[in-house]
Protein backbone atom coordinates (compact mmCIF):
# COMPACT_ATOMS: atom_id res chain seq x y z
CA UNK A 1 0.00 0.00 0.00
CA UNK A 2 1.59 3.37 -0.48
CA UNK A 3 1.06 7.23 0.74
CA UNK A 4 -1.39 7.72 -2.15
CA UNK A 5 -3.81 4.92 -1.08
CA UNK A 6 -3.47 5.52 2.24
CA UNK A 7 -4.55 9.05 2.04
CA UNK A 8 -7.60 8.15 -0.13
CA UNK A 9 -8.40 5.10 2.33
CA UNK A 10 -8.73 6.90 5.53
CA UNK A 11 -10.67 9.97 3.53
CA UNK A 12 -13.14 7.67 2.37
CA UNK A 13 -13.26 5.95 5.71
CA UNK A 14 -13.68 8.92 7.43
CA UNK A 15 -16.34 10.31 5.08
CA UNK A 16 -18.22 6.97 6.20
CA UNK A 17 -17.80 7.97 9.55
CA UNK A 18 -19.01 11.44 9.47
CA UNK A 19 -22.30 9.73 7.39
CA UNK A 20 -22.77 7.60 10.39
CA UNK A 21 -22.98 10.42 12.64
CA UNK A 22 -24.93 12.54 11.12
CA UNK A 23 -27.63 9.79 11.27
CA UNK A 24 -27.23 9.04 14.53
CA UNK A 25 -25.66 5.85 15.27
CA UNK A 26 -23.54 5.00 17.67
CA UNK A 27 -20.06 5.09 17.09
CA UNK A 28 -18.11 3.04 19.61
CA UNK A 29 -16.47 0.55 18.54
CA UNK A 30 -18.38 -2.53 19.86
CA UNK A 31 -21.48 -0.78 18.55
CA UNK A 32 -19.87 -0.35 14.84
CA UNK A 33 -17.99 -3.50 15.15
CA UNK A 34 -21.66 -4.73 14.95
CA UNK A 35 -23.52 -2.74 12.46
CA UNK A 36 -20.39 -2.05 10.09
CA UNK A 37 -17.63 -4.28 10.89
CA UNK A 38 -15.96 -3.82 7.13
CA UNK A 39 -15.57 -0.26 8.85
CA UNK A 40 -13.78 -1.20 11.50
CA UNK A 41 -11.65 -3.91 9.93
CA UNK A 42 -10.73 -1.14 7.64
CA UNK A 43 -9.62 1.30 10.02
CA UNK A 44 -7.26 -1.53 11.21
CA UNK A 45 -5.89 -2.07 8.23
CA UNK A 46 -4.33 1.17 7.98
CA UNK A 47 -0.41 1.58 7.96
CA UNK A 48 1.20 3.14 9.73
CA UNK A 49 -1.15 2.42 12.60
CA UNK A 50 -4.28 4.56 13.08
CA UNK A 51 -6.78 2.93 14.67
CA UNK A 52 -10.80 4.30 15.69
CA UNK A 53 -9.90 7.15 17.70
CA UNK A 54 -7.79 8.71 15.47
CA UNK A 55 -10.16 7.69 12.52
CA UNK A 56 -13.36 9.43 14.79
CA UNK A 57 -10.59 12.72 15.43
CA UNK A 58 -10.09 12.82 11.52
CA UNK A 59 -13.85 13.20 11.05
CA UNK A 60 -14.14 15.59 13.50
CA UNK A 61 -15.36 13.61 16.41
CA UNK A 62 -13.86 12.67 20.09
CA UNK A 63 -15.53 10.43 22.48
CA UNK A 64 -17.42 13.36 23.88
CA UNK A 65 -19.53 13.65 21.25
CA UNK A 66 -20.46 10.16 19.81
CA UNK A 67 -23.45 8.24 21.20
CA UNK A 68 -22.50 4.77 22.38
CA UNK A 69 -24.41 1.42 22.43
CA UNK A 70 -23.23 -1.94 24.14
CA UNK A 71 -25.33 -5.10 22.92
CA UNK A 72 -26.54 -6.70 26.15
CA UNK A 73 -26.37 -10.02 24.62
CA UNK A 74 -23.93 -12.55 23.18
CA UNK A 75 -25.22 -15.82 20.76
CA UNK A 76 -24.03 -19.11 21.33
CA UNK A 77 -22.35 -20.28 18.01
CA UNK A 78 -23.02 -23.95 19.15
CA UNK A 79 -27.18 -23.38 19.42
CA UNK A 80 -27.47 -19.67 18.62
CA UNK A 81 -29.48 -19.08 22.17
CA UNK A 82 -28.67 -15.54 23.27
CA UNK A 83 -27.53 -15.08 27.09
CA UNK A 84 -25.67 -11.98 28.54
CA UNK A 85 -22.65 -14.74 29.21
CA UNK A 86 -22.19 -17.99 28.22
CA UNK A 87 -19.49 -19.93 30.28
CA UNK A 88 -21.81 -21.75 32.25
CA UNK A 89 -23.91 -22.06 29.08
CA UNK A 90 -21.39 -23.50 27.17
CA UNK A 91 -19.88 -25.94 30.08
CA UNK A 92 -23.41 -27.14 30.74
CA UNK A 93 -25.13 -27.01 27.95
CA UNK A 94 -22.64 -28.46 25.71
CA UNK A 95 -20.06 -30.35 27.64
CA UNK A 96 -17.62 -28.01 25.91
CA UNK A 97 -14.44 -26.42 27.94
CA UNK A 98 -14.05 -22.62 27.30
CA UNK A 99 -10.57 -23.04 25.71
CA UNK A 100 -12.26 -25.88 23.31
CA UNK A 101 -14.97 -23.57 22.31
CA UNK A 102 -12.65 -20.88 21.73
CA UNK A 103 -10.38 -22.61 19.78
CA UNK A 104 -13.44 -24.59 17.67
CA UNK A 105 -15.05 -20.66 16.93
CA UNK A 106 -12.10 -18.68 16.72
CA UNK A 107 -13.13 -15.17 17.97
CA UNK A 108 -16.20 -16.03 19.18
CA UNK A 109 -17.22 -13.72 22.12
CA UNK A 110 -18.44 -15.92 25.62
CA UNK A 111 -19.33 -12.21 27.07
CA UNK A 112 -21.57 -9.22 25.88
CA UNK A 113 -20.28 -6.04 25.23
CA UNK A 114 -22.06 -4.35 27.79
CA UNK A 115 -21.83 -7.10 30.26
CA UNK A 116 -17.96 -6.70 30.23
CA UNK A 117 -18.26 -2.87 30.33
CA UNK A 118 -17.79 -2.90 34.21
CA UNK A 119 -14.57 -4.88 33.78
CA UNK A 120 -11.58 -3.05 34.49
CA UNK A 121 -12.59 0.02 35.18
CA UNK A 122 -12.28 -0.38 39.10
CA UNK A 123 -10.40 2.39 41.09
CA UNK A 124 -7.06 1.05 40.33
CA UNK A 125 -4.83 3.12 38.65
CA UNK A 126 -4.69 4.07 34.97
CA UNK A 127 -2.14 5.52 32.99
CA UNK A 128 -4.92 7.40 30.46
CA UNK A 129 -8.21 6.78 31.72
CA UNK A 130 -10.76 4.95 29.83
CA UNK A 131 -12.82 6.24 26.99
CA UNK A 132 -14.44 2.92 25.50
CA UNK A 133 -17.14 1.70 27.91
CA UNK A 134 -15.79 -2.02 27.05
CA UNK A 135 -12.90 -3.48 26.12
CA UNK A 136 -12.22 -5.11 22.38
CA UNK A 137 -8.74 -6.17 20.87
CA UNK A 138 -9.19 -2.93 18.60
CA UNK A 139 -9.41 -0.65 22.09
CA UNK A 140 -6.54 -2.26 23.37
CA UNK A 141 -4.31 -1.27 20.57
CA UNK A 142 -5.55 2.48 20.41
CA UNK A 143 -5.17 2.41 24.45
CA UNK A 144 -1.48 1.47 24.08
CA UNK A 145 -0.92 3.47 20.95
CA UNK A 146 -2.09 6.41 23.13
CA UNK A 147 0.24 5.60 25.80
CA UNK A 148 3.31 5.29 23.28
CA UNK A 149 2.14 8.37 21.42
CA UNK A 150 2.40 10.34 25.42
CA UNK A 151 5.73 8.99 25.83
CA UNK A 152 4.36 6.47 28.36
CA UNK A 153 6.57 2.92 28.63
CA UNK A 154 4.89 0.26 26.91
CA UNK A 155 7.02 -2.41 28.08
CA UNK A 156 5.64 -5.24 30.11
CA UNK A 157 6.95 -4.69 33.58
CA UNK A 158 5.60 -0.83 33.20
CA UNK A 159 2.41 -1.92 31.72
CA UNK A 160 1.89 -4.66 34.64
CA UNK A 161 2.53 -2.19 37.28
CA UNK A 162 1.21 1.02 36.04
CA UNK A 163 -1.47 -0.07 34.06
CA UNK A 164 -2.53 -3.66 34.91
CA UNK A 165 -6.08 -3.69 32.90
CA UNK A 166 -4.48 -2.96 30.05
CA UNK A 167 -1.52 -5.06 29.73
CA UNK A 168 -4.18 -8.21 30.95
CA UNK A 169 -6.18 -7.02 27.68
CA UNK A 170 -2.92 -7.39 26.14
CA UNK A 171 -2.21 -10.87 27.02
CA UNK A 172 -6.22 -11.59 26.78
CA UNK A 173 -6.70 -10.65 23.59
CA UNK A 174 -3.37 -11.20 22.07
CA UNK A 175 -1.70 -13.27 23.77
CA UNK A 176 1.84 -11.78 23.88
CA UNK A 177 3.03 -8.21 23.83
CA UNK A 178 5.41 -8.61 20.99
CA UNK A 179 2.13 -9.02 18.80
CA UNK A 180 0.44 -6.26 20.00
CA UNK A 181 3.45 -3.80 19.59
CA UNK A 182 3.53 -5.60 15.59
CA UNK A 183 0.31 -4.76 14.96
CA UNK A 184 0.99 -1.14 16.34
CA UNK A 185 4.29 -0.98 13.99
CA UNK A 186 6.50 -0.67 17.09
CA UNK A 187 10.10 -2.37 16.99
CA UNK A 188 9.58 -4.37 20.00
CA UNK A 189 13.31 -4.64 21.20
CA UNK A 190 13.05 -0.88 21.53
CA UNK A 191 9.81 -0.47 23.35
CA UNK A 192 9.90 -3.83 25.45
CA UNK A 193 13.71 -2.37 26.94
CA UNK A 194 15.43 -5.64 26.19
CA UNK A 195 18.66 -6.28 25.30
CA UNK A 196 20.28 -5.73 22.15
CA UNK A 197 22.41 -8.82 22.48
CA UNK A 198 20.66 -12.14 24.29
CA UNK A 199 18.55 -12.55 26.95
CA UNK A 200 19.15 -10.91 30.32
CA UNK A 201 20.53 -13.49 32.03
CA UNK A 202 21.23 -13.48 35.86
CA UNK A 203 24.95 -13.04 35.56
CA UNK A 204 24.19 -9.94 32.79
CA UNK A 205 21.67 -8.43 35.50
CA UNK A 206 24.09 -7.83 37.59
CA UNK A 207 26.28 -6.64 35.29
CA UNK A 208 24.22 -4.19 33.84
CA UNK A 209 22.97 -2.99 37.51
CA UNK A 210 26.94 -2.31 38.13
CA UNK A 211 27.46 -0.39 35.03
CA UNK A 212 24.50 1.74 35.53
CA UNK A 213 25.41 2.36 39.01
CA UNK A 214 29.47 3.48 37.49
CA UNK A 215 27.69 5.44 34.62
CA UNK A 216 25.83 7.31 37.33
CA UNK A 217 22.21 6.33 35.40
CA UNK A 218 19.41 6.07 37.59
CA UNK A 219 19.30 2.57 39.87
CA UNK A 220 15.60 3.52 41.39
CA UNK A 221 12.93 1.36 39.86
CA UNK A 222 11.34 4.27 38.14
CA UNK A 223 14.25 5.46 36.74
CA UNK A 224 15.07 1.74 35.09
CA UNK A 225 11.10 0.60 33.93
CA UNK A 226 10.92 3.58 32.03
CA UNK A 227 14.31 2.99 29.76
CA UNK A 228 14.94 -0.53 30.59
CA UNK A 229 11.99 -2.55 31.77
CA UNK A 230 13.47 -6.03 30.42
CA UNK A 231 15.64 -5.64 33.64
CA UNK A 232 13.41 -5.17 35.74
CA UNK A 233 11.48 -8.60 34.80
CA UNK A 234 14.78 -10.54 34.36
CA UNK A 235 15.77 -9.17 38.06
CA UNK A 236 12.55 -10.07 39.36
CA UNK A 237 12.85 -13.48 37.96
CA UNK A 238 16.43 -14.46 38.82
CA UNK A 239 16.52 -12.63 42.33
CA UNK A 240 12.96 -12.60 43.26
CA UNK A 241 12.56 -9.02 43.76
CA UNK A 242 14.65 -5.80 41.89
CA UNK A 243 15.60 -4.88 46.16
CA UNK A 244 17.48 -8.28 46.22
CA UNK A 245 19.12 -8.39 42.51
CA UNK A 246 20.27 -4.85 43.86
CA UNK A 247 22.00 -6.33 47.15
CA UNK A 248 23.36 -8.74 45.61
CA UNK A 249 25.76 -6.51 43.73
CA UNK A 250 26.39 -4.83 47.11
CA UNK A 251 23.96 -2.15 46.40
CA UNK A 252 21.39 -0.97 48.98
CA UNK A 253 18.24 -0.03 47.31
CA UNK A 254 16.70 2.02 49.92
CA UNK A 255 19.13 4.64 49.11
CA UNK A 256 18.12 4.61 45.67
CA UNK A 257 14.78 4.53 46.23
CA UNK A 258 12.75 7.07 44.98
CA UNK A 259 9.15 8.05 46.89
CA UNK A 260 6.09 9.88 45.19
CA UNK A 261 4.66 12.90 46.75
CA UNK A 262 1.43 11.45 47.54
CA UNK A 263 0.24 14.82 49.72
CA UNK A 264 -1.03 16.32 46.51
CA UNK A 265 -1.88 14.99 43.29
CA UNK A 266 -0.39 17.78 41.37
CA UNK A 267 2.81 18.70 42.87
CA UNK A 268 4.22 20.77 40.15
CA UNK A 269 3.25 22.59 37.07
CA UNK A 270 4.08 20.19 34.92
CA UNK A 271 2.06 17.67 36.46
CA UNK A 272 -1.00 20.55 36.44
CA UNK A 273 0.12 20.75 32.89
CA UNK A 274 0.00 16.96 31.84
CA UNK A 275 -3.60 16.66 34.04
CA UNK A 276 -4.99 19.05 31.31
CA UNK A 277 -3.38 18.13 28.68
CA UNK A 278 -5.29 14.28 29.39
CA UNK A 279 -8.39 15.94 30.05
CA UNK A 280 -8.10 17.84 26.46
CA UNK A 281 -7.25 14.12 24.92
CA UNK A 282 -9.83 12.04 26.68
CA UNK A 283 -12.52 14.57 25.50
CA UNK A 284 -13.46 16.58 29.26
CA UNK A 285 -14.50 19.99 29.74
CA UNK A 286 -11.45 22.52 30.31
CA UNK A 287 -13.90 25.41 31.18
CA UNK A 288 -13.43 26.87 35.03
CA UNK A 289 -16.53 26.18 35.52
CA UNK A 290 -16.88 22.91 34.32
CA UNK A 291 -13.81 21.34 36.29
CA UNK A 292 -15.05 23.05 39.36
CA UNK A 293 -18.27 22.37 39.41
CA UNK A 294 -19.21 19.95 36.25
CA UNK A 295 -19.61 16.31 36.21
CA UNK A 296 -16.05 15.23 35.69
CA UNK A 297 -14.92 18.27 38.25
CA UNK A 298 -11.22 17.94 39.71
CA UNK A 299 -11.14 21.24 41.66
CA UNK A 300 -7.93 20.18 43.00
CA UNK A 301 -6.64 20.33 39.71
CA UNK A 302 -8.00 23.99 39.13
CA UNK A 303 -6.77 25.22 42.53
CA UNK A 304 -3.36 23.88 41.91
CA UNK A 305 -3.73 25.66 38.47
CA UNK A 306 -4.28 28.97 40.13
CA UNK A 307 -1.53 28.95 42.83
CA UNK A 308 1.14 28.04 40.00
CA UNK A 309 0.51 29.75 36.49
CA UNK A 310 -1.64 32.79 39.03
CA UNK A 311 -4.66 32.62 36.64
CA UNK A 312 -6.52 29.17 35.43
CA UNK A 313 -6.44 31.08 31.93
CA UNK A 314 -2.54 30.94 32.04
CA UNK A 315 -2.43 27.51 33.12
CA UNK A 316 -4.05 26.59 30.07
CA UNK A 317 -2.24 28.51 27.98
CA UNK A 318 1.11 26.99 29.19
CA UNK A 319 -0.02 23.50 28.39
CA UNK A 320 -0.78 24.83 24.88
CA UNK A 321 -4.54 23.32 24.54
CA UNK A 322 -6.05 27.17 24.08
CA UNK A 323 -3.68 30.41 23.00
CA UNK A 324 -3.95 33.92 24.54
CA UNK A 325 -5.79 34.54 21.20
CA UNK A 326 -8.38 32.68 22.20
CA UNK A 327 -8.87 33.38 25.44
CA UNK A 328 -9.42 37.12 24.11
CA UNK A 329 -12.35 36.72 22.02
ZN1 LIG B 1 -25.43 -23.10 22.98
Known sequence: MNAVDITVNQKRITEEIQKLYRRGEPLNISAVKDRHPHLIAAVYKIKPFWGWKQALESAGLDYSMIKKHLRKHVACRICGIKMRV????????????????????????????????????????????????????????????????????????????????????????????????????????????????????????????????????????????????????????????????MRSVGLNPDKYRIFKRRNHPYPTQSSVIDEICRRKFVGLTLSYSGVVRGENRDKSLVMRGRKLFETWDKALIAAGVVSADDLKK
Not at 194 to 220: F, H, I, P, Y
Open 86 to 245: LMSHIQKKHQMSLDHYKKQYPGAEVISPSSSSGVGQPRRRMEIPHWEKNWTPEYVLDRVYAMKARGIPINGAYMNDNDNTTYNMCCRYFKRLTVVYKALGFDSQTVAGKRENGWWTRQAVMRRLRERCDTGQGLSYRAIVRSEGGLIVAARKHFGSYDAA
